[in-house]
C-alpha cells in the first residue's frame, strides 16, 4: 500500500509545465507559477492543493492517511503520508492539484490518465 517517493515523483513528472523548486526541508511544485504541491523527504509526507470540500472529506474518512495542512485562497492543503496510501490514489490528488492550478488549455492538453503499477522484478 505505501508509494515510495521515487513513484510520488514519476507522477509529478507525468505531468506539463512543472517547475521544481529545492529548499532545504522539502521540494515545491508550481505550474506557471502557481504552487501545487510540497515534498519533505524527512517525513516522506507531500502537501496537494484540493478543495476545501475534498480536503474536509479526505481527513474526515482517513484522519491516518490524510491531514489538514491550510486553507487558502479558498482552497484547502493536505499532508499525504506515502507510507499509507496507493499509488493509483495519489496519482489521482496530484492531478487534481495540478488541474486546479494549470491553465485551462494545459489541462484540456493533458487529461487524466491512471498511474499504470510498476511490476516488481524479482
Same mark, same amino acid.
Given at each position: 500500500? #505505501? %508509494?515510495? @517517493?521515487?513513484?510520488?515523483? *514519476?507522477? %509529478?513528472?507525468? &505531468?506539463?509545465?512543472?517547475? *521544481? @523548486? +529545492?529548499?532545504s526541508k522539502w521540494t515545491s511544485f508550481s505550474v506557471h507559477g502557481k504552487k501545487f504541491g510540497y515534498f519533505w523527504p524527512r517525513t516522506q509526507t507531500v502537501g496537494l492543493k484540493q478543495t476545501v470540500s475534498e480536503?474536509? #472529506? &479526505? %481527513?474526515?474518512? *482517513?484522519?491516518?492517511?490524510? +491531514?489538514?495542512? /491550510?486553507? @487558502?485562497?479558498? /482552497?484547502?492543503?493536505?499532508?499525504?503520508? &506515502?507510507?499509507r496510501i496507493e499509488a493509483d490514489e495519489l496519482s489521482e490528488l496530484v492531478y487534481e492539484a495540478w488541474r486546479l492550478t494549470a491553465p485551462d488549455e494545459?489541462?484540456?492538453? &493533458?487529461?487524466?490518465?491512471?498511474?499504470k503499477k510498476r511490476s516488481r522484478k524479482r
Open positions: 500500500m #505505501a %508509494v515510495h @517517493s521515487d513513484e510520488f515523483h *514519476r507522477i %509529478v513528472d507525468g &505531468l506539463t509545465d512543472v517547475e *521544481r @523548486s +529545492e529548499a480536503q474536509l #472529506a &479526505l %481527513v474526515a474518512e *482517513r484522519p491516518d492517511v490524510f +491531514e489538514e495542512q /491550510f486553507t @487558502s485562497g479558498g /482552497f484547502g492543503w493536505v499532508v499525504v503520508y &506515502l507510507d494545459l489541462v484540456e492538453a &493533458l487529461p487524466f490518465k491512471p498511474v
